[in-house]
Every structure is written in C-alpha cells, then in structure tokens.
C-alpha cells in the first residue's frame, strides 16, 4: 500500500509517520506544485493521493488516472469554491463539517468518502491546525477501510473565492464582526485583515473580544502615495 499526501501546508508533514504506523502504508509527502504530475505519480504507484491542504488547480492527467481526495471545510455541496474558512464566518456560519470528497473536473463536486463535524472558534491558524489534525484520522480511516464515496446530495451553493481587498474591516457594522475578520484571517501566508487611513495602513492580528471593545496586535505601515 502506497499513499502519497499532497499539501503546500508545512503543517500537514509531521503527520507522515503517525499515518504510516497506523495504517503499514508508505507515504510519500509532496508539497511542490510540479510534482502533481502524471509523470511522477506514476513513478510513485499510489493508491491514495490525498490533498489536506493544497492552493492549485489539480491536472486532469492526474485525477482522472488516480484516486485523488481533497478535503473541503463546508458541508458539500453547500459551500463550493474558494476560501470557505473566510466565507462561512463572514456569513455567521461557526460550525461545519470537514468533507473528504473524490477530485474531479467540477470544482468540489466529486462523489463524498465522508464527512467530520468541525468548528470554526479560534484564530485561522488555529483553526488550520485542528482541520488538520481531523484530516489525519480521515486520511487513515480512508486507507484502513477503502469506502466506496457516495454522489452528494443537496442544495448547492458555490463561494467567491476571496482577495486581499476583502480584508477591509473599515466598513463593518459590529465589534463582533470586526473580531471575526480580524481572526478568519489570523493566519501564516494570509493577508491580514487592515484599515486604511490616508497613508498610513493598519494590519491587525491576535485579537481578543472583550466587553466593548478588541484588543489586537497592529503593525502600521506608512505608505507612497502611488500606493494608496
């Protein structure tokens, strides 16, 4: 038995020789974007490639020709598309599911292996890091019973994926939303949430809701004109 994971996410590494030790399998651990390749696949014979984390666009040649599993943070198929962590709490949605579902042509429209309860409370890092470790026990549960997916069933709905200019919490209505930005996007590698005054920029992290008001960690930048 031969697993490879997939996952530009550092995190998702330090879980290779649990796998391995639970279910006899071999991993193999990939994390560069050339390597998700027909070529290199079929070098490596697997017969589970898993993507816990991972922010490209898989190649046809590769899903179409091995049994590829993404793993998606919505209850499928409501919440399709991208950055679904963001969207669901920016809508007020705390509490998901994590879905295991079969890579195909249409974007998190694949056939369902399961699915896990998840919640959304904490900081984005946070969050990431107990998605993963759900992602782990699902990876090993696949391996060790091989189910057969089921087509999902349900209304759909599909996410906008969204962009750095999003993070703009000078709009907002409520301290309560304000928090919820702040830490959706509390995240290594994610474009913080920010004000923008003039020229100065204000880029906020760590924060906590207190009675009234937030405390946050802020790194204010001074900026060119040209790039306000």
């Not at 696949?142 to 089921?150: D, G, K, M, R």
């Not at 919820?180 to 920029?201: C, E, K, S, V």
């Amino acid at each position: 038995m031969h697993t490879v994971i997939v996952s530009n996410r550092a995190w998702n590494r330090r879980f290779v020789p649990e796998i391995e030790a639970r279910t006899g399998a071999k991993v193999t651990y990939l994390e560069q974007r050339d390597d998700v390749s027909q070529k290199k696949m079929t070098l490596l014979s697997p017969d589970w490639v898993f993507f816990p984390h991972w922010s490209y666009i898989i190649p046809a040649e590769v899903y179409e020709n091995f049994r590829c599993v993404v793993f998606h943070m919505t209850d499928l198929p409501f919440g399709r598309g991208g950055s679904p962590l963001q969207n669901l709490i920016a809508r007020g949605i705390y509490e998901t599911k994590i879905t295991a579902l079969r890579c195909v042509k249409e974007l998190d429209a694949g056939p369902i292996y399961a699915k896990r309860p998840f919640s959304l409370w904490g900081s984005a890092e946070e969050i990431y890091l107990r998605a993963g470790e759900i992602t782990k026990e699902m990876m090993i549960e696949l391996v060790q019973e091989n189910p057969v997916p089921h087509a999902q069933t349900g209304e759909e709905f599909t996410f906008k994926r969204r962009t750095p200019e999003d993070g703009d919490i000078g709009n907002l209505n409520s301290l309560s939303q304000v928090f919820d930005y702040i830490r959706m996007l509390d995240a290594d590698g994610y474009p913080p949430a920010f004000l923008q005054m003039n020229h100065l920029r204000m880029e906020f992290s760590r924060a906590s809701l207190k009675d009234g008001f937030i405390l946050a960690d802020v790194k204010i930048t001074m900026q060119e004109e040209e790039d306000v």
